[in-house]
């Protein structure tokens, strides 16, 4: 029998209907290359999962610039999943859809109404949030706790998405792969932000509180859990009383000193043990990364207790200095922490008169000093060595750890980079003291390094330093917005003698000085010309 083939008329009937029936209808297709859209706004909703929570600081000033221009500048980039009938911003631009809307509403504008947009394809749920993280983290928009959540969440996507979950090492990789570079330390760190912090301290953490605050916070931790554990027959209460103290304190103010004073008073009083017993172990329990057991003391005596004898400056140690600096060693021994490389020489009096160092009949403290600066090896290889890991044990102490690194061939053994973030104090601050002594600690181990004094100098520097790029472009305004410039008539008053800064960073300083005199005279190069030749 003859196949019956349909009419003209019916074929036409059928292409007016569209896809063929009513019943077979298809959703447009979105563009498969990006794509120049003009789009109503109620058609663009903003992305739900932005890392960002916090109101922008710069909302009326953003909404009065785009009323002044009558819209956008630049288009919004948006994107959509596979289905939705609206779209969403793909990488930033939450903001200024919030005031296009408000605008629309409060005007009836058309030019609010109908904008301009760079459609992109859909990829995927993680490409979107990890596009919002990147730049949001450009324009320096997120909060330490808003890019540890943001951070946590995108995990969730990447696992759901993978169907595995990922460790630590595994999300390094996949935020790589994605272009948005966090190394593990600093994923260990948002973790600890969002699960212990958060829950006791949100209001310190959403007022802006930064990595180099919550790295104290959790080495205090350390060095006070670790203390607790060694006293004998305690109760398991640590955890309360840690949770206690932060809670007590959380406000947009926050004061890590006044934490760590009153879980030391706590912990004297349920231990039996004075107050000043308990602040120098935890006091060297932190300069030794907070897990080392205090120095041996002797019973208590009158409820004081007496500490075991410390080394004066004069005394020379029997630490053995690294005599390796090759990439990605820094100079220290695997099996040794960098703390432990440098012997550190703590007053035992810390709270009272510091303790003169102690000298023969014959000799001054200035000699005593320079007789113990260093007493290992005085090859140049080692004195660098040497050099960086007395200067990352002092911008430790004073959270300027990020600034330092290593250079095993090149002047001092050491560099020093910008900090990422103000450390000019404020007057009026809560922590207006800590930020002079970071000033003063950062400017003093600039000089020390004599990597700023030639422009010559600083083109052997690596790329990545900003302060290299700053000084080779002549942009000295932009990095002293960072760092500003201390009084240097104050050195003394300021820092040198001020008997609040640890006498730990007096004493590190000293021996750090000492030890870059020997690499000269090891040189003999007073004009430090031979020491930054690029074959070291």
Known sequence: MAKKHPSSEQIQS????????QS????????????????????????EHNPRKERNPLYNEIKDSIRAQGGLNNPLTITRRPGDAHYIVESGGNTRLQILKELWRETADDRFFRIHCLFRPWVSESHVLTAHLIENDKRGELTFI????????LRLVLESERNEPFSQRQL???????????DQSTISRMDYAADVLLPVIPEALRSGMGAPQI??????????????????????????????????????????????RELETRMAEITGLSLKHVRLDTDARLATGGNEPSPPRQPLTDGHPTSAATPALGTPTSATPPTSSEPGSLGV?????????????????SDEQPTPPTTSADESPTTAVSSSAYDGPGDLKSLRSRCYVLTLKIAKRHDLEDCITPAGKLGMGFLVDIPRESIIPVAGEADALRQLYRQWVWWLLLSFSEESVQ?????????????????????DAQALTLVGEPDWKAIGYELLSNPAVPQSTIDDLLTLAQTCRRIRQQMDDDGGLALWKIDG
């Open 14 to 21: 059928m292409l007016r209907e569209g896809h063929f029936g």
């Open 24 to 47: 077979r209808e298809l959703p447009p297709a979105d563009p498969l290359t990006a794509t120049q859209m003009l789009l109503e706004i109620d058609r663009i909703e903003p992305y």
């Open 146 to 153: 808003d890019k540890a959540l943001g951070v946590r969440e």
């Open 172 to 182: 390094v990789e996949a935020l790589r792969e994605r272009g948005y570079a966090l």
């Open 215 to 260: 790295r104290r916070i959790r080495r205090l931790e350390t060095a006070c859990r670790s203390f607790w554990n060694d006293q004998p027959d305690m109760p398991d209460r640590f955890d309360a009383l840690f949770t206690e103290a932060l809670t007590t304190h959380d406000g947009p103010h926050w004061d890590l000193d006044a934490v760590q």
């Open 333 to 349: 021994p695997a099996h040794r922490s960098v703390d432990d490389t440098v012997p550190l020489v703590e007053d035992p009096a």
């Open 455 to 475: 422009p010559e100098r600083m083109e052997r520097v690596p790329d990545e330093l900003l302060l290299r790029n700053l000084v080779l472009k002549k942009n």
